[in-house]
């Protein structure tokens, strides 16, 4: 089945570092991939949407110059985090749509954002 | 505007009993439906969906859910319950543009020995 791959699970690190979290689809292209941000026991607060070869479309309320996408290829994309603080740190999932418009979302097993 | 509603934020059977996770959603157009179920610390993983056909869906794991068009309702549902089915699970609905989706706010299933 399709699978999704990120990259790295876990990260801790110190206030003011850049995180950059990988997002690779293995076995199908991905025009378009999503990031969400879940809080403990919440459902998933999309954050914006990558489209391959162009810029992202951010929500309201995210700071694009905070959380950098970038969607260089059809099977990866990445989110930075810039010099991240403590209100940063949480639990990032991407996912990815296959071409076929009918096709399922498939996620990747999140990264655990930890910044001290 | 697409949305979905689970109305339960916890449900709880014992093993070996049959468990329904409810879900109701408001769309514009045709609905295009999912369930999702989510372990800790791990992302979400496919279910079931309906498109179109038969109301009744089946897919992984031995869940099905049943599509109500004049209930707007898209309840999972599984005969007998696992103690590893114990996650939550998330219902979504697909909106208009490129594919994005709309989840509900999950429900904490607990089966219990």
């Known amino acids: 089945g399709a699978v999704v791959s990120q990259h790295p699970s876990w990260v801790i690190c110190k206030s003011g570092t850049s995180v950059k979290i990988e997002c690779r689809s293995l076995?199908?292209?991905?025009?378009?991939m999503f990031w969400y941000r879940q809080f403990p026991k919440q459902s998933l607060m999309l954050m914006a949407t990558?489209?391959?070869?162009?810029?992202?479309?951010?929500e309201q309320g995210v700071e694009k110059d905070k959380f950098l996408i970038n969607h260089a290829s059809l099977t990866l994309s990445t989110l930075t985090v810039t010099s991240a603080h403590p209100e940063d740190s949480s639990f990032y999932i991407c996912?990815?749509?296959?071409?076929?418009?009918?096709?399922?979302?498939?996620f990747g097993d999140g990264t655990r954002l930890s910044i001290l | 505007a697409q949305s979905v509603a689970q109305p339960e934020d916890q449900v709880n059977v014992a093993e070996g009993n049959p468990l329904t996770v409810k879900c109701t959603y408001s769309?514009?157009?045709?609905?295009?439906l999912f369930w999702y179920v989510q372990y800790p610390n791990r992302g979400l993983q496919f279910l079931l969906k309906?498109?179109?056909?038969?109301?009744l869906v089946k897919g992984s794991y031995g869940f099905e859910a049943e599509f109500n068009k004049s209930q707007t309702s898209f309840h999972l549902k599984k005969p007998s319950a696992l103690v590893s089915d114990s996650a939550l699970y998330f219902c979504?609905?697909?909106?208009?543009?490129?594919?994005?989706?709309?989840f509900g706010r999950g429900t904490q299933l607990t089966v219990w020995p």
């Open positions: 996912s990815a749509h296959p071409t076929g418009s009918n096709q399922p979302q498939h």
């Open positions: 076995d199908f292209q991905a025009t378009t």
């Open positions: 990558s489209n391959e070869g162009s810029k992202a479309t951010y």
């Open positions: 769309v514009s157009g045709n609905p295009y």
């Open positions: 309906y498109i179109t056909g038969d109301n």
């Open positions: 979504a609905v697909k909106g208009s543009t490129l594919g994005r989706l709309y």
